[in-house]
């Protein structure tokens, strides 16, 4: 079965709030993790990504958290624009060097509220 | 415009014909990937290209085959399609671990 998941399968805010979108993950193997953006007949973009040794990364108006410990990853969007709404995955990599392959979520759907 | 390209773009099949989707990357990455993505289920792997000459199949590889045709192109044939392989397939390329995946636009597909 699949190893990443999320919590919300829908988020609805208002323009300007911070959303945080969550997922879960079940492989403790796993040392590698991104955010994807997806906008409706378009194919996933990359946000941002956190290795395993880190527990926080900044981007513009991105945040990654990871707790290991929980096996949990959040997504910090400030600011939410009406732009943001899309689909979000997180990816996990379990394997590295010439193995390296993501398992996604099934997604969670951002919809921004003027 | 550097990136990943898929033909066609949309494409309706009857059931038990055959045809190949193509996917091209010009950003000399090493790595391909084929994944599927179906309401509800997210996006799954087909078949991946760990490096030229190689191939490996993923979480979904019945009914599908690919060939790594050099460096650039990652092909995935269908050879005898069934409405279970009604879906949107999106190609992919990385160069290494810490990267991500860059993503084609992908490929909606009807069998009917």
């Known amino acids: 079965g699949e190893s990443v998941g999320l919590h919300l399968p829908t988020l609805s805010v208002q323009e300007g709030d911070n959303s945080i979108i969550n997922c879960a993950y079940s492989?403790?193997?796993?040392?590698?993790f991104i955010w994807y953006k997806q906008e409706s007949g378009k194919g996933p973009q990359f946000i941002i990504d956190?290795?395993?040794?880190?527990d926080k990364r900044q981007g513009q108006r991105v945040t990654v958290l990871l707790n290991k410990t929980v096996k949990h990853l959040s997504l910090q969007i400030a600011a939410t624009q009406p732009g943001d709404s899309a689909v979000y995955f997180c990816?996990?990599?379990?394997?590295?060097?010439?193995?390296?392959?993501?398992?996604f979520g099934k997604g969670t759907l951002l919809t921004v509220n003027p | 415009n550097a990136g990943v390209t898929q033909t066609p773009k949309f494409q309706v099949l009857k059931t038990g014909q055959s045809m190949t989707l193509q996917c091209a990357q010009d950003?000399?990455?090493?790595?391909m990937y084929w994944y599927r993505q179906d309401p509800g289920m997210g996006l799954r792997l087909i078949y991946y290209?760990?490096?030229?000459?190689?191939?490996d199949k993923g979480e979904v590889p019945n009914g599908y085959n690919v060939s790594r045709l050099n460096k650039r192109e990652f092909s995935l044939r269908l050879e005898s399609a069934a409405p279970s392989q009604t879906s949107v397939y999106f190609c992919?390329?990385?160069?290494?671990?810490?990267?991500?995946?860059?993503f084609g636009s992908g490929t909606r597909l009807t069998v009917v």
């Open positions: 992919a390329s990385s160069n290494r671990q810490a990267s991500g995946y860059t």
């Open positions: 492989n403790s193997a796993s040392d590698y």
């Open positions: 956190i290795r395993s040794n880190m």
């Open positions: 990816a996990e990599n379990i394997g590295g060097g010439s193995n390296y392959k993501l398992t």
């Open positions: 950003m000399n990455h090493n790595s």
């Open positions: 290209s760990a490096s030229e000459g190689t191939t």
